[in-house]
């Protein structure tokens, strides 16, 4: 075994070892988040009934000020018809500012001469590392 592939099967173990102690980290934390989020939605339906109850928009408190509002979130089921009252209306403004990826980069490659104005493009390579059926 050569000094190199020593040197890089080391970093892949440490790699892996270092991934999967993350990937621990972060199911710990979704666990516990989890639980705080449940235990704060109990908490945020007692206050919201407090101030329904009141028939107030807001309680103030030495501990701070709970307020009660509106949230309202929108959505499509049928992309196809939403497309076209967008284009009927001229109402890009309804989208949100972002660009679709993998949409753009397969057009990119389908019409790479066709590059929208003000478009960036940042590639980069990387490296994946994958686990050893051996290990």
Not at 60 to 85: C, L, P, Q
Not at 92 to 97: G, I
Request: glycine share 4%.
């Amino acid at each position: 075994m050569s000094e190199t592939t020593g040197n890089t099967e080391k970093y892949v173990r440490v790699y892996i070892k270092m991934r999967d102690a993350r990937a621990q980290l972060k199911a710990d934390f979704e666990e516990k988040d989890t639980e705080i989020k449940r235990q704060m939605d109990v908490i945020e339906s007692t206050l919201l009934e407090t101030c329904k109850s009141a028939g107030a928009s807001s309680i103030n408190t030495v501990a701070g000020v709970v307020i009660r509002g509106v949230k309202t979130h929108y959505w499509t089921s049928d992309w196809e018809s939403m497309h076209e009252f967008i284009r009927e209306n001229n109402a890009l403004d309804l989208l949100e500012r972002r660009v679709a990826q993998k949409a753009m980069g397969e057009y990119l490659q389908k019409n790479p001469d066709k590059l929208p104005k003000g478009m960036n493009v940042d590639s980069k390579y990387s490296v994946t590392v994958r686990r050893s059926k051996n290990v």
